[in-house]
Nanobody, 123 residues
Framework: QLQLVQSGGGLVQAGESLRLSCAASGGALGWEAIAWFRQAPGKEREAISCMTGRRNTVNYLDSVKGRFTISRDFAQNTAYLQMNNVQPEDTAVYFC????????????????WGQGTQVTVSS
């Protein structure tokens, strides 16, 4: 059974960089689309970015465009979210998620989720 294990996150200052990792176990990620979501306190979970198994990328969140970049290492079965110039409004719990084939902005269509990792940005 496919499982996603996240790492990275923590407390950073505004303007710094951070990289989140999402490692798969129990199966390969070749056909899956991997997306990153985040959920701030009191807010709904929102899609950030997604990459398919064919390396097609979809960026959903305008507020992070140009600062956050999704990537995947297929040999390592791992996806990443590179976060540059983070801001206090980026404070949230970040999740990775997998679904077959194509990307989707809808969280309900993802069948496998990472455990979530807290990112806190101080001003």
């Amino acid at each position: 059974q496919l499982q996603l294990v996240q790492s990275g996150g923590g407390l950073v200052q505004a303007g710094e960089s951070l990289r989140l990792s999402c490692a798969a176990s129990g199966g390969a990620l070749g056909w899956e689309a991997i997306a990153w979501f985040r959920q701030a306190p009191g807010k709904e979970r929102e899609a950030i970015s997604c990459m398919t198994g064919r390396r097609n990328t979809v960026n959903y969140l305008d507020s992070v465009k140009g600062r956050f970049t999704i990537s995947r290492d297929f040999a390592q079965n791992t996806a990443y979210l590179q976060m540059n110039n983070v801001q206090p409004e980026d404070t949230a719990v970040y999740f990775c998620a997998a679904r077959l084939y194509d990307c989707s902005q809808s969280m309900s269509t993802y069948s496998t989720w990472g455990q979530g990792t807290q990112v806190t940005v101080s001003s």
